[in-house]
């Protein structure tokens, strides 16, 4: 029972950890890519990977590693947001390919967790077709 409640910790404090990414790139309080450095670094602290590293991994490794750190499907929704945002804002400092592979990314999570849901979510399809006319597929 106690290693049930601590993983339901760990899932619920990665998702507060992304939630509070996720804001902070939204309130673009300073330069984009000051930003995405610090998003960067701190997924390292917490997550104890390198974006960059993460980014250029092919896309089975890559959602295999995602899902071995983020533990649930809500998180790794989470990660595709905040993917999804870096892509938004890596035009004002980073080349066009790094603002494609942040889609790219961020697609491949929603529609891994999509195929292994339990539930459907209409939402999940909107960002998947978003995020799909973001790469003009």
């Known amino acids: 029972m106690e290693r049930r409640d601590y993983l339901i910790h760990q899932i619920q404090e990665m998702g507060a950890f992304l939630a509070r990414l996720i804001l902070r790139l939204q309130k673009k309080e300073v330069q984009p890519w000051v930003e995405i450095a610090s998003v960067a670094c701190e997924l390292e602290e917490e997550l104890d990977f390198k974006l960059n590293d993460l980014l250029f991994l092919d896309d089975s490794a890559f959602v295999e590693v995602v899902q071995e750190k983020l533990l649930s499907d809500e998180n790794m929704e989470q990660f595709a947001s ?56």
Do not use: P
């Open 82 to 137: 905040l993917l999804e945002q870096l892509g938004d804002v890596a035009l004002e400092n980073e080349t066009f390919l790094r603002q494609q592979i942040y889609y790219h990314k961020a697609g491949e999570l929603l529609v891994f967790v999509d195929r292994n849901s339990q539930s459907y979510s209409m939402e999940r399809q909107q960002r998947i077709v978003s995020i799909r006319a973001k790469l003009n597929y």
